[in-house]
């Protein structure tokens, strides 16, 4: 199953380094059957990237988490993984799966990271995600221009220089 974990930078830099990563909580996003009954239409691609798009707006939280963490650049970060043991968990959304451990670096398909040019949108983001999810128009429109960023693919063996321009 193809699952996209929510990360930060410091995150790929542990896996890089460890060559495995335990991800927060367990937690990913991906192609469930709820998130598929969640949508009217739409192609197996257009669902993942919808599941995609959760796990970005996942690594806002864990940006915003680490906003004292001055070597934490503010930047999105998506490791999208192929793994066995994903346990969806609709309870908590649609798209929500458990993974019962960490993640090797060979499960990696792909990473997906904002560009420089995101740092500021994605830093105000991170402040007032929480505010967003409960409603606030200000704060979703401060979401909104941070989701306006497009996020950069990388293959599993750009990683490490991807990290060395950092």
Aim: aromatic residues 6%; negative net charge.
């Amino acid at each position: 199953m193809r699952v996209y974990l929510p990360g930060t930078i410091g995150m790929l830099r542990r896996l890089v380094a460890d060559g495995r990563l335990q991800p927060p909580g367990g937690t990913g996003f991906a192609l469930t059957p709820a998130l598929r009954e969640s949508y009217v239409s739409g192609d197996t691609e257009e669902l993942e990237y919808a599941a995609l798009l959760d796990a970005a707006r996942a690594s806002l939280r864990l940006i915003g988490a680490a906003e004292d963490d001055a070597k934490e650049l503010p930047r999105r970060v998506v490791i999208s993984v192929d793994v066995d043991n994903a346990t969806p968990r609709p309870d908590l959304d649609a798209p929500v799966v458990k993974l019962s451990g960490p993640i090797g670096y060979a499960d990696v398909a792909a990473v997906h990271v904002d560009a420089e040019e995101a740092e500021e949108a994605v830093r105000a983001a991170a402040r007032v995600i929480d505010a967003a999810d409960l409603g606030d128009p200000d704060a979703e429109f401060v979401l909104g221009e941070a989701e306006d960023h497009e996020l950069a693919w990388y293959a599993p063996q750009e990683l490490p220089f991807l990290l060395d321009l950092l």
